[in-house]
Structure formats: C-alpha cells, structure tokens
C-alpha cells in the first residue's frame, strides 16, 4: 500500500479534528470519504493531546467564536452607520445648493434694490416720504 493513499488506493488528506476530545488535532482520512467508492480510512497525523488541552482549547474556541460572531456584528452596524452617514452627507450638500441659490438670489435682489435706490434721484425720494 502506498502510504501516502487510503485503503481504496484514493490519495489521503490531511483533516483536523474540532472535538472536544481532539480538538484541533490533525488526522489523514480518505480523500473521497462519504462519497460512493470512499473508505474509512482514518490515522492520527499529531500526537494524543494531553488533558490541559482538552480542557483549555473548546473553551478558547468558543471565545473565538464568540469574538467573530460580535466583530461580524459590528461590521454590519458600521456598513449601517456609513450608508446612513453618505445619506446625510447627500442631504447636506443639497441643503449647501439650496441656500447658496438663495443667497445669491437675495444679493441679486439687494443689488438691484440697491442700483435702484442709486437711480432715483432726490425728488422721487423726497415724493415717496
Ligand atoms: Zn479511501
């Protein structure tokens, strides 16, 4: 028998174990376990793990996941707050557009006020007190 192939001679991989009896510890299995024509070809690749690992790495693993469940969550509050936050953004800059229309519509209208007030002469202004 080849060593590097299982017992239906299908090249045999290198898998890890997350139990809580092995976790993380590797194994060589059949390349086409479950499937039609697979065997149940299995050989540790890594020494017995000792009791302390047991004990220490599920609940490590645990705390791993634990971790990535929040950052995923704060990932998906943070994609929030930005789509939210270009929304604003979008907003203000209309609000920008807005007044400086209606400033310069306003100095406009002051302008020619003004002009006006510049072209009549005494008289008129005298009439119109
Ligand atoms: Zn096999």
């Given at each position: 028998?080849?060593?590097?192939?299982?017992?239906?001679?299908?090249?045999?991989?290198?898998?890890c174990?997350?139990?809580?009896?092995?976790?993380?510890r590797?194994?060589?299995?059949?390349?086409?376990?479950?499937?039609?024509?697979?065997?149940?070809y299995?050989?540790?690749?890594?020494?017995?793990?000792?009791?302390?690992s047991?004990?220490?790495?599920?609940g490590?693993?645990r705390?791993?996941?634990?971790?990535?469940?929040?950052?995923?969550?704060?990932?998906?509050e943070?994609?929030?707050?930005?789509?939210?936050?270009?929304?604003?953004?979008?907003?203000?800059?209309?609000?920008?557009?807005?007044?400086?229309?209606?400033?310069?519509?306003?100095?406009?209208?002051f302008?020619?006020?003004?002009?006006?007030?510049?072209?009549?002469?005494?008289?008129?202004?005298?009439?119109l007190?």
């Amino acid at each position: 028998m080849d060593p590097s192939s299982c017992y239906c001679s299908q090249l045999r991989t290198l898998g890890c174990s997350w139990t809580s009896s092995n976790p993380g510890r590797r194994f060589y299995g059949c390349g086409q376990y479950g499937t039609v024509g697979g065997c149940n070809y299995f050989l540790w690749f890594d020494p017995p793990m000792c009791e302390r690992s047991r004990q220490v790495i599920p609940g490590l693993l645990r705390s791993i996941d634990q971790t990535e469940s929040q950052l995923h969550q704060v990932q998906a509050e943070l994609r929030t707050v930005k789509t939210e936050l270009q929304r604003v953004d979008q907003r203000g800059k209309r609000i920008q557009k807005v007044f400086l229309v209606a400033f310069l519509f306003l100095l406009l209208i002051f302008k020619n006020g003004k002009s006006n007030i510049e072209n009549t002469n005494v008289g008129e202004v005298k009439q119109l007190l």
